[in-house]
């Protein structure tokens, strides 16, 4: 908190050691009866510039994994870089070009008014008294706390909180942004405010580098380049989401409803680059018997074409036809092997 403010951000991205670099890093945690083992080898590299998302359940070790970075938490084994900083040796480096956020987070002094407080920030940041006033109003502006400027702390809502905490996160204009779980407890304008925000802070500047992590499987999806799904200290897969989205499903899944079948759906299913064709049990459309649902995996979406020339054929006309895609939840349901809003099995 007591670091100066971050050196600006060199012009070109291309000077930049990796923004993140994690080599074989576990943590255990001593606790009784059995330590527990947080971050169990991990290995993550991410480049300046990059919006990156850790994406896990409670326990998984994400919070533990930004701790790390940010240096308030030493890893048990492995090596971690910030910048091409070591965490272990070069914490006053690393404290310079980094801030972090977290959901939820107490926002300093109760009988603060919010301009007060961000003031008091900007010179635990070491910025000159004139440009923090500066600073202070220009972030006032940027999250939108404008009507709120001279409203005591203890008096704001949960959303106003979290937007007076990433103007905190801004105020020495980090190269990088931990943001852990930004969203927490937000309403869903108020989320699409911080995420406007966050994205808007990144994109002015060629190398600003976030890594945010977030149990909001649409917010990772809509936000990050990169995302890493980690579980018991582990990350299971990593990629863009649409690389991580596309292993699940091996080609596209339509549901088509036609207003009869008669051939069964045996000849559908038999059509070359038809993966799979059943008819729907949970028949929702149909419940008067009228219409018959099918649902298709097909190598790609061409097959389609193929399909409907076939049911032309057999006289079945298309009442509906709805394209499936898997989403992030697929994937870590497939991975894991339980939801989100599963339980863990058991304590570890
Ligand atoms: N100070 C601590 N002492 C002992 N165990 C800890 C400590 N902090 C975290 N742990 C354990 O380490 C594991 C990882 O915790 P961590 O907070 O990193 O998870 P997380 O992915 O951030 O979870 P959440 O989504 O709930 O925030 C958990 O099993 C947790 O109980
Ligand atoms: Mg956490």
Known sequence: MSAPAAPATPSSID???????????RRVYKAKPNPVTALDGVDLDVAPGELFGLLGPNGAGKTTLIKILTTLLLPTDGTARVFGFDVARQTTEIRRIMNIVSGGEQSGYGLLQVREQLWMFSQFYGIPVREGWRRVDELIDAVGLQEQRHQKISSLSTGQR?????????????????????????DVSAARVVRDLVRGWQAAVPGRTILLTSHYMAEVDELCDRLAIVDHGRILALGTPTELKQRVSAGSIFRLVLDALEGGVEPIAALPGVERAVLAADDATAPDGQTVAVNLQLTDDAVLGSVITALAAQDAHIVALQKSEPTLEDVFVELVGRGFGDAPEGDR
């Open 15 to 25: 000077d930049l050691p990796p923004a993140i670099e994690v080599r074989g890093v």
């Open 162 to 186: 979290q937007k007076l905490n990433l103007a905190r996160g801004l105020m020495n204009d980090p190269w990088i942004l931990f943001l852990d779980e930004p969203t927490l407890g937000l």
